[in-house]
């Protein structure tokens, strides 16, 4: 150990030790078949995928007209575009959503106890726009959602959006210069620019698991939460659950925030779990209706940029919001202070990041054993892997939902279910029979782009964008790729990361109203990213990739993070600009991008 780090024995542990689980608890959960292990949601498992928001029998005329910018999304990044677009007076905006309304990933997710785990007042976009404050520290998906459908609102994003519709298919009109937008509604949308905004988690997925077809009882995916079968709302009371016996498979994000409810009302729940995740402390709060009142211009993007700042592992002379996300970083560089203080010439810096996760995830294993009663579910909940392999989790009762007497944690040890019968769910040859099987197995992340938006995207050259991809995504500022103009593909592929997702997505579209804005206003017909600059940013990429801090690395447990543990060449080069530490960066390349006004990289065709 490095002298910068302090004595071995001052820890209070033994990092090899915790290495050596660490390996041994990845090596378990590694298998052959990787993101296979998961099933296309299609097919006689379609249902999983219906909407249970809106009427059945919806039908419209086809629309075939013809406007400025068609917008794929309708979540936050849609109506991120569609605001900033507004500001710079673009007016002929179309919308086209699956869902019924916009909200994107919180028109979806409705189950009960869906909570923001990024502070509400930087999670919730445009809230200085809107003169709205949230009401609580963590809203609610409720209030979210409402907060999304204000957007569209005060933008005029209904004008001329189409819901219940999906794209099929986007085709490059060479003639035209024009992008045929076409869709599940027959409609022949023609649009100057498309911005496809689908979002990373939109498509649910399914376990693979043996036999799923084979369920008798009843069962939904927690984003189609099922209120007829359980009763309630997303704020609780399940009272239809008295004398259910009600299955959970997952343990994530979701699970955490619903498995509270499902045990205070199930007869019986069994939550079934293969990697348990690390819960940290909620710590909720209402909003101080004084701190809203005084709150000055310009309170939320420097909330914002503290934010990312700090998770980003650049100190500030602050913590603005000062939660469980900046805990981290703020031990680590506490402890590189004192390390420099010590007076060595160069602490090792991978060793001290190292060392403060293995401090913090000390004590998320300590808060599981102090709140869990029974020793051996105790130890089955926590978590060892370093934080970071999986998105982290921050709950103030879930953990405690496993002293109930009527909930059982099945841990499988890192295998998974083996299979499931028509009766229930079988694990190390015991089968638990159920009457519900709800599945909290997130959505789809490591497909191809065609796969997860639903549509195939059709060049200039007739090559589709599958295709030009086939051996790793090639993008400039990961918005443009090149064979495909006019088009904007918002997302962290070889863009930057961010805790703070709608963060990255207001750069995003606030760079892209910019360009948008100087086509309509210099005539210029197309926008299409040279070869040249396509490869400079593929190189400059693959450059400044961060192995240390990058989510999901090869020693992590396997999780959406890192394809289940089989990491992908031809994939990690779709990894963003400098890791999870380059958002700064990768902002800063934007803001100076568009300051010098050459719009370099860009080929503009009149």
């Not at 959970?248 to 009302?265: F, N, R």
């Not at 390390?339 to 160069?346: F, L, N, Q, V």
């Not at 589709?464 to 995504?473: A, I, N, P």
């Amino acid at each position: 150990m490095s002298e910068g780090s302090g004595p071995r024995e001052d820890l209070g542990f033994d990092p090899e030790a915790l290495r050596a689980r660490y390996a041994l608890e990845r090596d378990k959960r590694l298998r052959d078949d990787g993101i296979g292990q998961y099933v296309e949601v299609s097919g006689e498992l379609a249902h999983f995928v219906e909407d249970p928001y809106v009427e059945p029998g919806f039908s419209r005329k086809p629309v075939t007209d013809e406007v400025d910018v068609v917008l794929i999304g309708g979540g936050f990044g849609g109506l991120q575009c569609g605001a900033r677009l507004r500001e710079a007076g673009v007016e002929q905006i179309r919308v086209i959503e699956k869902g019924g309304d916009f909200g994107g990933t919180w028109y979806w997710n409705r189950y009960p106890g869906a909570q923001c785990d990024v502070e509400s007042y930087i999670y919730m976009p445009l809230l200085e726009e809107l003169g709205s404050v949230p009401t609580m520290k963590y809203a609610s998906g409720a209030e979210i959602l409402a907060h999304s459908q204000a957007i569209g609102r005060h933008y005029r994003l209904y004008d001329q959006a189409l819901f219940q519709t999906e794209v099929t298919k986007l085709e490059w009109d060479t003639e035209a210069s024009r992008w045929i937008v076409s869709t599940n509604r027959d409609d022949a949308v023609r649009a100057r620019f498309v911005a496809m905004a689908n979002g990373p988690l939109h498509r649910p997925k399914l376990p693979g698991i043996p036999g799923i077809e084979k369920f008798r009882g009843h069962a939904f995916h927690t984003s189609r939460w099922d209120y007829n079968y359980t009763g309630g709302s997303p704020e609780g009371g399940l009272e239809r659950l008295r004398d259910k016996r009600i299955a959970v498979i997952g343990t994530g994000a979701t699970a955490v925030q619903c498995v509270p409810h499902l045990g205070e009302t199930a007869k019986e729940l069994f939550v079934f779990q293969r990697t348990p995740s690390s819960i940290d402390v909620r710590d909720n709060t209402r909003t101080d209706p004084a701190w809203a009142q005084n709150l000055e211009p310009g309170w939320q993007k420097t909330r914002m940029d503290n934010f990312n700042a700090l998770v980003s592992g650049v100190p500030q002379e602050s913590d603005l919001v000062d939660d469980a996300w900046t805990d981290l970083i703020g031990r680590t560089i506490d402890r590189f202070r004192r390390a420099m203080e010590g007076g060595t010439s160069g602490p090792d810096i991978a060793e001290i990041l190292e060392i403060s996760n293995f401090e913090k995830m000390n004590e998320i294993r300590a808060r599981v054993e102090a709140l869990v009663e029974d020793p051996r579910t105790a130890e089955a909940l926590k978590p060892y892997y370093r934080m970071f392999c999986k998105r982290p989790c921050f709950h103030d009762d879930y953990l405690q939902t496993f002293n109930r007497p009527n909930v059982t944690l099945v841990d499988t040890d890192g295998k998974g279910v083996d299979r499931i019968t028509e009766r229930g769910i079988v694990v190390k040859r015991k089968e638990y029979e159920v009457d519900c099987i709800i599945y909290a197995t997130g959505f789809e992340v490591g497909t191809s782009y065609a796969r997860r938006s639903g549509y195939e995207i059709v060049g200039r050259t007739g090559r589709t964008l599958t295709q030009k991809w086939e051996d790793g995504v090639r993008t400039l500022h990961g918005m443009h790729s090149r064979e495909f103009p006019n088009c904007f593909i918002l997302s962290m592929s070889q863009g930057a990361f961010s805790v703070n997702y709608p963060h990255l997505l207001d750069h995003l579209a606030i760079h892209l109203a910019y360009i948008v804005r100087h086509a309509l206003d210099n005539d210029v017909r197309t926008v299409e990213a040279s070869e040249e600059a396509e490869e400079a940013w593929v190189q400059a990429v693959l450059g400044n990739m961060n192995p240390m801090s990058h989510p999901g690395g090869g020693d992590c447990t396997p999780s959406y993070y890192n394809m289940e543990g089989k990491p992908n060449p031809k994939a990690m080069q779709g990894a963003p600009y400098g890791g999870m530490t380059g958002s700064i960066s990768f902002w800063s390349v934007l803001k100076k991008w568009r300051d010098a006004g050459k719009l370099e990289g860009l080929e503009l065709r009149s």
